[in-house]
C-alpha cells in the first residue's frame, strides 16, 4: 500500500512538471510572436572578411592578364589598363592589400598566338607564379572568319567603313564562314583553358566571355547564336576545374550597347570596362567596393 502511494507521488510530480515545461515553452513561444528577432536571412555571413582574407592569405595578389585586345584594355581611355587594371584597383579596396597586375595581352592575338605562348618558359613562369589569372581569346578568330573591316594589330585600330558611313553601322559579316571555323576554334580556346589550369591548378582562372559588338546589325541573332555556342563551350571546359570562372558579358552590351563601346564600336570603352570589372570582382564571390 506504501509503495502504491509512493508510485502516485511520482507519477503526480512527474505530470506537474511536464505541465510548468509546457506552459513555460508556450510563453516563450509566444514572445517570440510577439517581439521577433530580426531574421539573418539575406545577409551577409558574419565570417564575410575572413573568408575574403583567406582566399588570399600571403602577401600581394599578383594577377597576370593574358589575351587579346579585350584584356589589353584598348579603348580605355582612362589608361587604367582595361577590366583587368580595374578589377585589381577594386580588389585592392577589398582585400586591402598591393594588387599588382602582369599584362601579356597583345593586340589582335587569336588562339593560335596565345597556345604558342604557353610554350615559352617565361609565359609558363607568370602563369604559375600568379594568384588570379585572367584573360580573353577569341573575339579575333571569330573577327577574322566574318571578314569584317575592324583590323586590330599589335600597334594600331584601323576602321575601314563603307563610305560616309560610321564604323559598323553597314557591316557584312559572313556568318556561314564563321560557323564553318567555329569549331576548329572553340577546340583552341578550350586547349587554352586546360593548359593554364594545368600550369597552375590554384590561381583563380578568370575567362572573360565574348559579347556580341554588331547586336544592333545582328537583325536575325545569327551571331548570337554563335557567341552562346562559344561561352557554353568555356563553360563546359571550366566545369572541369573548381577554381575557373567563366565571366558572362554578353548582357552587360545587350542594351544600349553603343553606351559602353569605343570609337570603334568594337572594343568597350571606360564603362564597359568597368561593367566588366564589377562582374570580374563579383565572379570571384567578393563583395565589390563602395
Do not use: C
Not at 10 to 38: C, E, M, R
Not at 161 to 172: K, M, V
Not at 274 to 288: G, M, N, T
Request: charged share 20%; proline share 6%; hydrophobic share 40%.
Amino acid at each position: 500500500m506504501k509503495s502504491s502511494r509512493t508510485l502516485w507521488r511520482v507519477v503526480g510530480s512527474i505530470a506537474a512538471f511536464s505541465t510548468l515545461l509546457f506552459i513555460f515553452g508556450f510563453i516563450y513561444a509566444a514572445q517570440d510572436v510577439i517581439n521577433p528577432k530580426p531574421s539573418d536571412f539575406g545577409e551577409e555571413p558574419s565570417s564575410t572578411s575572413g573568408g575574403v582574407m583567406e582566399m588570399f592569405p600571403k602577401g600581394d595578389v599578383t594577377i597576370v592578364a593574358l589575351g587579346d585586345s579585350l584584356t589589353k584594355g584598348t579603348g580605355d581611355l582612362s589608361l587604367e589598363g582595361g577590366y583587368a587594371g580595374k578589377a585589381a584597383k577594386k580588389l585592392e579596396v577589398i582585400l586591402k592589400k598591393p594588387v599588382h597586375v602582369i599584362n601579356q595581352a597583345i593586340n589582335g592575338w587569336r588562339a593560335d598566338n596565345l597556345l604558342n605562348s604557353l610554350e615559352e618558359p617565361n609565359i609558363q613562369n607568370l602563369i604559375k607564379s600568379a594568384d588570379i589569372i585572367m584573360l580573353t581569346i577569341g573575339g579575333n578568330d571569330l573577327n577574322h572568319a566574318a571578314d569584317n573591316p575592324i583590323d586590330v594589330t599589335d600597334t594600331k585600330i584601323k576602321v575601314t567603313p563603307a563610305p560616309s558611313e560610321t564604323p559598323g553601322s553597314n557591316l557584312e559579316i559572313n556568318y556561314a564562314e564563321i560557323k564553318k571555323s567555329l569549331s576548329a576554334s572553340e577546340e583552341k580556346m578550350a586547349k587554352i583553358l586546360t593548359t593554364i589550369a594545368t600550369l597552375n591548378p590554384n590561381a583563380k582562372i578568370v575567362y572573360v566571355g565574348l559579347y556580341n559588338p554588331y547586336y544592333e546589325q545582328d537583325t536575325k541573332k545569327e551571331g548570337t547564336a554563335i557567341l552562346q555556342d562559344w561561352n557554353l563551350k568555356a563553360s563546359q571546359v571550366a566545369s572541369a576545374y573548381p577554381n575557373m570562372l567563366v565571366v558572362p558579358t554578353f548582357d552587360l552590351f545587350q542594351l544600349n550597347i553603343k553606351y559602353y563601346l569605343y570609337i570603334d564600336e568594337f572594343h568597350p570603352n571606360l564603362l564597359g570596362y568597368e561593367r566588366i570589372a564589377d562582374r570580374v570582382v563579383q565572379a570571384l564571390s567578393l563583395p565589390l567596393p563602395e
